[in-house]
């Protein structure tokens, strides 16, 4: 079994930076797929980045060029560098894992795909 556990949320001002961490225990996960998702209030969890087990990475377009999805492998960590926060980004961010890899969007976008979840971790972005 996987545990993920989710820190480094918080109140930030528009136009700053958050680094949000995702710890596993339980199992090795560099042979794994690695996610961050979000939900804002009345709305769906929506994809925003992955780092694939080989290294590479995809984003979501609302992010793309602000946030970096990043792991570090000893640590049985990942991460996300969110900079240039706006009030939008404002959400639940949950890390989310899957024994496999996806190359197209059309998978690794879907949050019922990941086996294992964390709690989330809530970001708060004040204009």
Same mark, same amino acid.
């Given at each position: 079994?996987?545990?993920?556990?989710?820190?480094?949320?918080?109140?930030?001002?528009? !136009? /700053?930076?958050?680094?949000?961490?995702?710890?596993?225990? %339980? *199992?090795?996960?560099? @042979?794994?797929?690695? #996610?961050?998702?979000?939900?804002?209030?009345?709305?769906?969890?929506?994809?925003?980045?992955?780092?694939?087990? !080989? /290294?590479?990475?995809?984003?979501?377009?609302?992010?793309? %060029? *602000?946030?970096?999805? @990043?792991?570090?492998? #000893?640590?049985?960590?990942?991460?996300?560098?969110?900079?240039?926060?706006?009030?939008?980004?404002?959400?639940?961010?949950?890390?989310?894992?899957?024994?496999?890899?996806?190359?197209?969007?059309?998978?690794?976008?879907?949050?019922?795909?990941?086996?294992?979840?964390?709690?989330?971790?809530?970001?708060?972005?004040?204009?």
């Amino acid at each position: 079994q996987v545990q993920l556990v989710e820190s480094g949320g918080g109140l930030v001002q528009a !136009g /700053g930076s958050l680094r949000l961490s995702c710890a596993a225990s %339980g *199992r090795t996960l560099s @042979s794994y797929a690695m #996610a961050w998702f979000r939900q804002a209030p009345g709305k769906e969890r929506e994809f925003v980045a992955i780092r694939r087990s !080989g /290294g590479t990475t995809a984003y979501a377009d609302s992010v793309k %060029g *602000r946030f970096t999805i @990043s792991r570090d492998n #000893a640590k049985n960590t990942v991460y996300l560098q969110m900079n240039s926060l706006k009030p939008e980004d404002t959400a639940v961010y949950y890390c989310a894992a899957a024994p496999r890899d996806w190359s197209s969007s059309v998978y690794y976008t879907r949050a019922a795909l990941y086996d294992y979840w964390g709690q989330g971790t809530q970001v708060t972005v004040s204009s």
